[in-house]
Each structure stands twice: as C-alpha cells, then as structure tokens.
C-alpha cells in the first residue's frame, strides 16, 4: 500500500470511533459523505508531505480551498491528529513489545524560519533563526508523544512546562532525558511535582559537534524524520494548532506505514 492509502485508512478509523464517540466529528444530523472525507483526508497528507498552497490544492483537486482548510482545522479543534499520533505511537511500543508507556522519554528542541503570517516570530540568538521553536517528546523509538511550539527566542525549559502536565495526563512517570539547555533546579522541581525526573547529558562537544549520549539521540533522528515533510521546514500557518497538526500528521503517516509493514512480515 501507498503511503498516502495507508494515512488514509489510519485517519477513517479513528474518524469512525470518534463518531461512535459522539465528539463532533460531522454536524448533528447530517451522514457525512464518505468519499469527499477519504478526498479531504489524502489532500491534507499531500500538502503535509508536498508542502504546497491551500489554493494550489483545491485548484488541482476541483475542491473549494474553503473546505479543505475548514475541514483540516475542524479536525485539528477536535484534537483528531494528537489523539491518533499519540495512539499509534503506543500502538507501535506494543508491537515492538514494549510496556504501553515508557519509563523514559527524550526532549528536544527545533528551531525553525516562519513567514511573516506565521502566528509568531522570536530570533534564536544561538542559531541566527527567525521563527519558532518545536520542542517534541519522543520514546526511544523516535515516536512522537507530545509537542510545544512557542517563539524561538523562549528559553527551553519555559517552552517544556507546559508539556509535564500533559505528560502525567497521558500516564508517564519517569526519567525526561535532555541536554544541557534543560538544567537548572526550578525545571526540574517543576517536573518531580508530576513524578518526573530530568536526566541532563551534554548535546555536544566544545567545537559544536554533536555528541550522542544513551537514547538522547532518538529526538535528532526524530526531526529527521519529520523535515521530509515539506510543509513543516518552514512555517506558514497564522495558528500554532494548525501546524502542530501538521507535525502530528507526519508522525501518523510514519508509524502506520511501519505498522502495516510489520503486519505483512
């Protein structure tokens, strides 16, 4: 199966069980046309992996832009794509077999160019980039678990408070591996109120030179992964949800396809 079959088929099913849920996946009384969804869904991949326009798109595929973007966001305000990242990524622990939630996790951070539409501009000092920051939480097997976007010139472990809370939420408790960007007793007090504790290593050498330590080096892989999807080497999205929802989209295309192929070994 394609890529963009195998995305398309993992998005249906969770549509389909939050229909069942009842938690507003098409409007009240009205059947959702199926054929125009499985069309919406297989765009939103192709401007996640191509990287073009909205109205590129909807001028190719003879789909009002207005509806592909209304339907993308839509599903990105009802946590569609973080709730189907997250899961798949446990999915994926289980059939590595693996416990469900991990004992520890890797932080790290991305700086990356915005366009002046973007929802925020900060200068990282330390990497000469105008734009944002992604800092992602991965297990080791470079699944994503969680995200933060915030300007690029907020301090690491300010952009990383918001994400312990959520992390307790999802059920993890133990070691947050990070580099030195994450030391300091306030973070780290901060994280042992969730039972979370931060583990800091060096991220590199005194010449700048990468320096891998343990499993800290799963996150860089991670956003290797992720800069083969076009559409999140640069930002253009005026909401920082809607890029998020990119990001989690990537990640979703990932790991079904891995599931799939393990599947048919």
């Not at 994400?163 to 300091?184: E, H, I, M, T, V």
């Not at 007793?185 to 005194?206: E, Y």
Request: charged fraction near 25%.
């Amino acid at each position: 199966m394609a890529d963009i079959e195998v995305f398309v088929f993992a998005v249906e099913a969770e549509l389909e069980a939050m229909d069942r849920e009842r938690v507003g996946v098409h409007r009240r009384g009205r059947k959702p046309d199926l054929a125009l969804r499985r069309r919406l869904v297989g765009l939103v991949w192709t401007l996640t992996f191509g990287g073009m326009q909205w109205r590129v798109a909807g001028w190719l595929s003879g789909i009002p832009f207005t509806t592909l973007h209304s339907a993308f966001a839509r599903w990105a305000r009802l946590g569609l794509w973080r709730r189907l990242g997250q899961r798949l990524a446990l999915d994926w622990r289980l059939a590595c077999g693996d416990e469900v939630l991990p004992s520890a996790v890797v932080v790290d951070s991305r700086s990356l160019r915005s366009a002046p539409s973007a929802w925020a501009r900060g200068i990282d000092g330390g990497k000469l980039i105008k734009g944002v920051k992604a800092l992602a939480v991965c297990d080791k097997h470079g699944s994503l678990l969680d995200l933060e976007l915030y300007p690029a010139n907020t301090d690491d472990r300010a952009g990383a408070l918001p994400l312990l809370s959520r992390l307790a939420a999802l059920g993890f408790q133990g070691d947050l591996l990070g580099d030195s960007g994450f030391k300091g007793a306030p973070f780290a007090t901060a994280a042992l109120a969730h039972d979370i504790h931060v583990s800091v290593s060096p991220g590199g050498t005194r010449d700048g030179c990468f320096l891998p330590s343990g499993i800290r080096w799963v996150v860089e892989r991670l956003f290797a992964w992720l800069s083969r999807y076009r559409r999140l080497n640069i930002v253009y999205d005026r909401a920082p949800d809607l890029f998020a929802a990119h990001i989690w989209i990537a990640m979703i295309s990932i790991i079904s396809r891995r599931l799939v192929a393990q599947t048919h070994t």
